[in-house]
């Protein structure tokens, strides 16, 4: 799920709506300077091809084999340097 200030990661649709938190993988907080504007025609993401999701604001979440990782922009997101965070696709053990 991609908010304005934070994207979640989690197991299945029905996780969405758990109280409990229970299908949550991760969550974690986009940085002021990276958060996309909404548009009423994009939402907050502005490309979609494959595993690279821009948004609106030009940085990336690139979808890893590991995870999902935010980037400030598209080559960074390419070349894997310099992410911000990345959510783990399974919780730590």
Known sequence: MIGAKAVGLYRDDAALNDPLGNGALGYELIPDALQAPWSDDIGFVSKQ???????????????????????ADGQSALRNENSFWLIPFSKPS
């Open 49 to 71: 091809l494959a595993g690279f999701v821009g948004l609106s604001s030009g940085a990336v979440l690139f979808i890893r084999p590991d995870g999902i990782a935010l980037y």
